[in-house]
């Protein structure tokens, strides 16, 4: 069975305290992996998509890695606005593209 | 542009009352799709459209009908609510880049 683990499942850092967060999967074929951003009562925004491993991508304190087996959200020295769910979903192959099977999330919060 | 508008926002139904779930997107995307969110769990795909006069199941299709009769609508019919469909309901749409592209949700409770 094709499954999406995050973890943590909440984070609370310190505003400029560095940390990264987890995203696992075991899928039978892997097209792309997409991580996206929730805030309370609104829909995922997008953040990247890696399609293949040593894949990196970055986006203001946001960095996102991809290995064979799971894929990193890093955040460098985050702020309180970084505050959010963070979202991992996957890809397949042999499906319609927009297709995703996402992870439970990761609820990050950044305190002053 | 709007992007993906979703109405209602908030719904609250009776066991056995049906209605239905509006989605509309301006972007002339032809890939749309139906989630639904529950604690404690991911986005799970119940319906979606590769194009207007085409739909498929996703992961939990049960109770749900959908149709695609024009490339902007969407809509997302519960013939028959049960409790178990109580839940926050996201309609997203995707052209031919990368992106997923969600409305603002509805969230549905059936008492």
């Known amino acids: 069975e094709d499954q999406v683990t995050q973890s943590p499942e909440a984070l609370r850092l310190q505003e400029g305290e560095s940390s990264s967060l987890n995203c696992s999967y075991t899928v039978s074929g892997l097209r792309g992996l997409f991580w996206y951003r929730q805030d309370p009562g609104k829909g995922p925004e997008f953040l990247f998509t890696?399609?293949?491993a040593g894949e990196e991508k970055e986006k203001e304190r946001l960095k996102a890695t991809l290995t064979k087996k799971e894929s990193f959200l890093h955040i460098t020295a985050p702020k309180p606005e970084d505050s959010a769910t963070y979202l991992c979903a996957v890809q397949l192959y042999g499906g319609s593209q927009g297709n995703l099977i996402f992870g439970k999330g990761t609820k990050l919060s950044v305190k002053p | 542009n709007a992007g993906v508008t979703q109405t209602p926002k908030f719904q609250v139904l009776k066991t056995g009352q049906s209605m239905t779930l509006q989605c509309a997107q301006d972007?002339?995307?032809?890939?749309m799709s139906w989630y639904r969110q529950d604690p404690g769990m991911g986005l799970r795909l119940i319906h979606y459209s590769v194009g207007a006069g085409i739909t498929d199941q996703g992961e939990v299709p049960n109770g749900y009908n959908v149709s695609r009769s024009t490339t902007e609508d969407f809509p997302l019919r519960l013939l028959s609510a049960a409790p178990s469909q109580t839940s926050v309901y996201f309609c997203?749409?995707?052209?031919?880049?990368?992106?997923?592209?969600f409305g603002s949700g509805t969230q549905l409770s059936v008492l």
């Open positions: 972007m002339n995307h032809e890939y």
């Open positions: 890696l399609y293949s």
């Open positions: 997203a749409s995707k052209g031919i880049g990368e992106k997923l592209f």
